[in-house]
T-cell receptor
Framework: ETGVTQSPTHLIKTRGQQVTLRCSSQ?????VSWYQQALGQGPQFIFQ???????GRGNFPPRFSGLQFPNYSSELNVNALELDDSALYLC?????????????FGPGTRLTVT | QQQVKQSPQSLIVQKGGISIINCAYE??????FPWYQQFPGKGPALLIA?????SEKKEGRFTISFNKSAKQFSLHIMDSQPGDSATYFC???????????FGPGTRLSVLP
């Protein structure tokens, strides 16, 4: 186990609703990244937070937003949910210093949008 | 140019055999190439990683071979075991360990 925890484990939402997913980083880590993994595909990078600020973003629309808190836990918020948002959402934490820091993944939150 | 291609999509190997998974990339700015193992219901777990300044890295039964000129790298699993049955992802990043680009994955089944 990596020490990265995510909640909830599973979630079912209706199209158009909003959802908040949570991640608790591994102790000592200062960076968190979020990924979307559609069924049968590799994870896709959504964004990264470093010291509570967004530090890189993938090809995802603004309705995907995030927060990182002083204790380095994090939230992923998705507004106006679409059916294609159904996926496993993974967070990964790392201790990022001078361009280095291996990422450790949590178990993910399975989001189903109906 | 951000894509990482991976093959095969699925692989069946007998216990004790060698499993080989290949990946290719286009972006020469990539400087870190990890392999992840993912079991159903779990997040990806780092298996082994390599930087482009070496051509091979071995950790136990797992070996990465890296060909910088061909922009290809591969994972070799020696003495494959049923417990190795999982989905394997190659990945690449520009800024070591950050913002990975993942391949589409290879589902490995090791038969007892």
């Amino acid at each position: 186990e990596t020490g990265v925890t995510q909640s909830p484990t599973h979630l079912i939402k209706t199209r158009g609703q909003q959802v908040t997913l949570r991640c608790s980083s591994q102790s000592g880590h200062n960076t968190v990244s979020w990924y979307q993994q559609a069924l049968g595909q590799g994870p896709q990078f959504i964004f990264q937070y470093y010291r509570e600020e967004e530090n890189g973003r993938g090809n995802f629309p603004p309705r995907f937003s995030g927060l990182q808190f002083p204790n380095y836990s994090s939230e992923l918020n998705v507004n106006a949910l679409e059916l294609d948002d159904s996926a496993l959402y993974l967070c990964a934490s790392s201790f990022y210093i001078r361009g280095q820091g291996e990422q450790y993944f949590g178990p993910g939150t399975r989001l189903t949008v109906t | 140019q951000q894509q990482v291609k991976q093959s095969p999509q699925s692989l069946i190997v007998q216990k004790g055999g060698i499993s080989i998974i290949n990946c290719a990339y286009e972006n020469t700015a990539f400087d870190y190439f990890p392999w992840y193992q993912q079991f159903p219901g779990k997040g990806p777990a780092l298996l082994i990683a390599i930087r482009p300044d070496v051509s091979e890295k071995k950790e136990g039964r797992f070996t990465i071979s890296f060909n910088k000129s061909a922009k290809q790298f591969s994972l070799h699993i020696m003495d494959s075991q049923p417990g190795d049955s999982a989905t394997y992802f190659c990945a690449a990043s520009i800024d070591y360990g950050q913002n990975f680009v993942f391949g589409p994955g290879t589902r490995l089944s090791v038969l007892p």
